[in-house]
């Protein structure tokens, strides 16, 4: 099991920036696919962006393409997502996780972990 703890949500104003990071401990997790995944009040757990193994892939959902960018450092044991231009509709919370396999999933059955979240608000 992979313990993930994320930090660097807050409150921003539109048009601005941010800088979520996720920290794992426990097993390693340098052979896994990472994701985040973002969670709207009464809606489903949806997709961000996921990072493979070794960073040579990438995926994003398309509302952030263009915006956020993914990336991990396997000897420090974490995962980063940048959001720039940020929009009021990016309000929610974002989750980090672990995939089950070395490839990348878009879908939340295909990870194993998760954190516990971080709360990003985006003011008009």
């Known amino acids: 099991q992979v313990q993930l703890v994320e930090s660097g949500g807050g409150l921003v104003q539109a048009g601005g920036s941010l800088r979520l990071s996720c920290a794992a401990s426990g097993r390693t997790f340098s052979n896994n696919a990472m994701g985040w995944f973002r969670q709207p009040p009464g809606k489903e757990r949806e997709f961000v962006a996921a990072?493979?193994?070794?960073?040579?892939?990438?995926s994003y959902a398309d509302p952030v393409k263009g915006r956020f960018t993914i990336s991990r450092d396997n000897a420090k044991n974490m995962v980063y997502l940048q959001l720039n231009s940020l929009k009021p509709e990016d309000t929610v919370v974002y989750y980090c996780?672990?995939?089950?396999?070395?490839?990348?999933?878009?879908?939340?059955?295909?990870?194993?972990?998760w954190g516990q979240g971080t709360q990003v608000t985006v003011s008009s």
């Open positions: 996780a672990a995939a089950r396999e070395s490839y990348i999933g878009r879908y939340p059955h295909e990870y194993n972990d």
């Open positions: 990072i493979s193994w070794g960073s040579s892939f990438t």
